[in-house]
Structure formats: C-alpha cells, structure tokens
C-alpha cells in the first residue's frame, strides 16, 4: 500500500515568509508526527498527532511553528516569519496506534520536505 | 540531493562481509528501540526494532543487540551488499512519555566497498 506522502518535496522561501508543509500518513495510521532533521544531524521531535488533537507540542522551538490536523488524516506544519535557521528537512511520520490492541510505536516515515529559507 | 552523511562516523566494509554498527542511547527508561536506514533524499526506513525485554532480535540478514546494562545497542548486517550503502541511525522511545516520540542517535555512515 502507500507509504507517507509529503509535500511539495523542495521549498524555497524567503525569510520572514510563510510557508505550510502537507503530509499525507498511511491510511488508518491515527498517530502522526513531526520531525525536523539538519544536515548531518538524526531527526528532532516536533509534535505529535493522536487523532485530531496535538497530544505532544513540546519539540516546537517557538511559536512561529504551528501544526494542525482537523480531520485527522492530513497535517499540515505550517512556520510563520521564516528564518534562515529554519532551514531543515521536515519529516513526517505515522504509526497505527490501534487502540484495544498492544501499543504498536513503530513509526513509518515520508520522503521529507527539504526547506531553504534564503 | 544533499549528503545526510556529513560529518558522520563512518563505517566502510568489503561486499560480502558483515557489519557491525554501535549506537549508545541515552535514556535508561527507554524502552523500546528502532533501527533505521537513510538513503541520501529520502526519509528514515524502518530496518528492525526490539522492546526492552528482549536482548535480541533477528531479522532478514539483520540482527538488533540490545544491552541494558550499558544502554548500547548494536545492529549487525549480513553479507554486507552495496545496496546497504546509507546512513543509519539508532532510535529510543519511552512508552510511559505517552507520546511515544522518537530520540534518534547521532548516526553511522556505511560504505560498502565493491
């Protein structure tokens, strides 16, 4: 079946513009996450999704980061006034979380967004 | 695309050999443990996991080591192919942080040799 969908694959911005970034997960996943990963270095913590509600928030470096995800499907991970530090590769990723079921943490990840803020 | 690799340990093999590659994690509550691979411009790929209550996991020329005592683990490769060429990182997680969010390790570039 389809893995995790992200996009657009490449953003190039200019600082102090908005950008929004999409990710699809895999159908039926209701845990979804964020990660934001710089060159040479392994994926950050962003925010996690458990259905519609953003259970865990604490990986954001401030609040020019917001993520949402009304329907509990699709998110969108959307930064205000960008900054060159911004500059990553945003991954996002989804896990089953089948509730009743033991835990299954296993997290699939999507291609990433690369992001330049120039 | 750009090289997830810079500035990462690196691990070069001869085809046909095994790989070894060490990751020491950094909480003592974790307990649950995923190895990945990274291709440059792609994401992580899920390669191979193990709870804490296992020291041991086997997969498809893939082993997971995992010792407690010393908060290491270790994922072994099989008859190393050039296709194994990524960088690979070693994940923990604590189930009772509820969120289940990922600390990933600093990462280990393998080259196999032809």
């Known amino acids: 079946g389809a893995g995790v969908s992200q996009t657009p694959s490449n953003k190039v911005t200019e600082k102090g513009k908005y950008v929004e970034l999409r990710c699809d997960p895999i159908s039926g996943h209701t845990a979804l996450y964020w990660y934001r990963q710089s060159l040479g270095q392994g994926p950050e913590f962003l925010i996690y999704?458990?259905?519609?509600?953003?259970?865990?928030d604490s990986g954001l470096p401030n609040d020019r980061f917001f993520a949402v995800r009304p329907e509990g499907s699709v998110s969108t991970l959307k930064i205000q006034r960008t900054e060159r530090g911004d500059s990553a590769v945003y991954l996002c990723?989804?896990?089953?979380?089948?509730?009743?079921?033991?835990?299954?943490?296993?997290?699939?990840f999507g291609p990433g967004t690369r992001l330049l803020v120039l | 695309g750009e090289s997830v690799g810079l500035h990462l340990p690196t691990l070069s093999v001869q085809e046909g050999d095994n790989s070894i590659i060490n990751c020491a994690y950094s909480n003592s509550a974790s307990d649950y443990f995923i190895w990945y691979k990274q291709e440059s411009g792609k994401g992580p790929q899920f390669i191979i996991d193990i709870r804490s209550n296992m020291d041991k996991r086997q997969g498809q020329r893939v082993t997971v080591l995992l010792n407690k005592t010393v908060k290491h683990l270790s994922l072994q490769i099989a008859a190393t192919q050039p296709g194994d060429s990524a960088v690979y990182f070693c994940?923990?997680?604590?189930?009772?942080?509820?969120?289940?969010?990922?600390?990933f390790g600093k990462g280990t570039k393998l080259s196999v040799i032809p």
């Open positions: 990723a989804s896990s089953p979380r089948l509730s009743g079921r033991p835990i299954q943490e296993t997290q699939y």
């Open positions: 999704f458990q259905g519609t509600g953003a259970a865990d």
């Open positions: 994940a923990e997680t604590y189930s009772g942080a509820g969120s289940y969010q990922l600390t």
